[in-house]
């Protein structure tokens, strides 16, 4: 069992529920989408092969309580759903950070999973796997990344139209950074009265999205 892996490191959650909690990062190599803010391109290629054994020593060395297992898009590589389970049964609280389109059901349920919609100002709304809807629980987070005021109009709608706000612990609206002010969706938020959490990519703000943070 091995895996393809661009980077482990231990840094600060910088998105999602957990956010500002000490966290080990686990980046898989690989993603088919091509979002056009994408700001993890340097994972789509490259990476070394790490035994799913190594993965674990290396996670374990860190001695954390929150691993995240990200990319890319972690679950384009199957070994994935192994390792998932194995962090779990390690005791860690894992979460796991996925495009919303390849397929969840397999993903340990354990694994809180953070999965993106993807908005039209992404490029990439026509690969939203719509049947993952069903296989979140209360547990889970959708997060999405905004960048107009269409996109916002849209994941609203997505909202409503998919119950998310009882399906789901959390929903993230998120702007893209540099597209969209946070101010700007912030009162976007409060005028519509919407029970959504805004986030704001605390990574970028401390270390400028350099890798290994
Ligand atoms: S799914 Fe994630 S890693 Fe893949 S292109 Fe989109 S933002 Fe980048």
Known sequence: MSLRITEIFYSLQGEARTVGRPTVFVRLTGCPLRCTWCDSAYAFQGGTIWSEDKVLAEVASFGPQYVTVTGGEPLAQPECISLLEKLCDAGYEVSLETSGALAIDAVDARVVKVMDLKAPGSGEVHRNRVENIACLSPNDQVKFVLSTREDYDWAKMQCDLHGLYERVSDVLFSPTHELLEPRTL??????????????LQLHKYLWNNAPGH
């Open 186 to 199: 912030a009162e976007w938020i409060l005028a519509d009265r919407l029970p959504v959490r805004l986030q």
